[in-house]
Nanobody
Framework: QVQLVESGGGSVQAGGSLRLSCAAS???????????MGWFRQAPGKEREGVAA???????VYGDSVKGRFTISKDNAKNTLYLQMNSLKPEDTAIYYC??????????????????WGQGTQVTVSS
């Protein structure tokens, strides 16, 4: 079972930037060779929505609300996933979760598709 630990959340004013990190561990080298890792977020009273995902080939997919503002990336040497968030808006306020699925060659930005989740990190954007 993959373990995921997010960090980098915090409070920022609208227009600012934050970078989230997700450290992954607990997988075998064979299962790590093909995978999808993603970011989701959940605001109070709302469903968890997909933000971005990246597969082992580096192909990415983004949610419509963050396209052009957020960038997902990964550092294979550090087993770490990142989410660079620019031009933040108050509506980006949410708990951000890292998710992973192994032994796949593509990503689906759907919360039910990922079996492994981190504990989440809070992002608050003030106007």
């Amino acid at each position: 079972q993959v373990q995921l630990v997010e960090s980098g959340g915090g409070s920022v004013q609208a227009g600012g930037s934050l970078r989230l990190s997700c450290a992954a561990s607990g997988y075998t080298s064979s299962s790590y060779s093909t995978y999808c890792m993603g970011w989701f977020r959940q605001a109070p009273g709302k469903e968890r929505e997909g933000v971005a995902a990246i597969d082992s080939d580096g192909d990415t997919v983004y949610g419509d609300s963050v396209k052009g503002r957020f960038t997902i990336s990964k550092d294979n040497a550090k087993n770490t996933l990142y989410l660079q968030m620019n031009s933040l808006k108050p509506e980006d306020t949410a708990i951000y979760y890292c998710a992973a699925r192994q032994r796949v060659r593509y990503c689906v930005l759907g919360r039910d598709w990922f079996p492994s989740w981190g504990q989440g990190t809070q992002v608050t954007v003030s106007s």
